[in-house]
């Protein structure tokens, strides 16, 4: 990112992650209130949609077909939030300072859970569940790059990729097969 586009992005306020967790529980009500006209389901990818864009926060409406997920990424310094709406979804949290085996902690989120974090948060999140789900992602500041991971065998963390991308469902294919106990999507 150029030293002007980090200077223009630090001059706007960031939402925080409670801020974001409150704006996608909103959103995700909005959703399940029918005040947005679909959801889609896609066998090959995950579906997403923009709901909403300022200069400050973005706002994703996703849905995921059993076996569908992320490969292990961060924000690219944004923080941000999910709620799920519908569904089942699970989450591999990267864990510094723990063993290869041990460094991705496993969290099933059920519908209506919310999940908010910094700026500094590696995650993955897939479906391993039986039936559909969907989600409502939110960004401060909005996406502007993701980075790839993979756990080392000593539990630390190499950089796969980093995408400059304005979506959160970037088309990455990482050859490496991931590590660390948690079965990628």
């Known amino acids: 990112m150029s030293t002007s586009r980090r200077r223009a ?8 992650p409670i801020e974001l967790v409150d704006f996608t529980r909103f959103v995700a009500a909005e959703v399940a209130a029918g005040r947005y006209p679909y959801v889609e389901y896609d066998a090959d990818d995950r579906w997403h949609q923009r709901l909403y864009r300022d200069p400050r926060v973005d706002i994703w409406l996703i849905s995921w077909l059993p076996s569908q997920g992320t490969q292990l990424h961060d924000h690219g310094g944004s923080s941000g939030a999910f709620t799920v709406l519908s569904g089942e979804l699970s989450e591999a949290l990267y864990r510094p300072h723990h063993t290869a085996e041990d460094a991705l902690l496993e969290n099933v989120r059920p519908a209506m859970t919310a ?8 995650h993955d999140v897939r479906n391993l569940s039986d039936g559909p789900a969907v989600s409502v992602h939110a960004y401060s500041p909005p996406l502007d790059t993701m980075n790839f991971y993979d756990v080392d065998d000593h539990g ?8 400059a991308t304005s979506d959160p469902e970037p088309a990455v294919d990482l ?3 991931r590590t660390g106990g948690s079965s990628a999507a």
């Open 9 to 16: 992005r630090a001059r706007i306020s960031s939402l925080n």
């Open 115 to 122: 999940i908010g974090f910094g700026e500094h948060y590696v």
């Open 156 to 163: 630390g963390l190499s950089r796969l990729a980093t995408m």
């Open 175 to 177: 050859d490496r097969p």
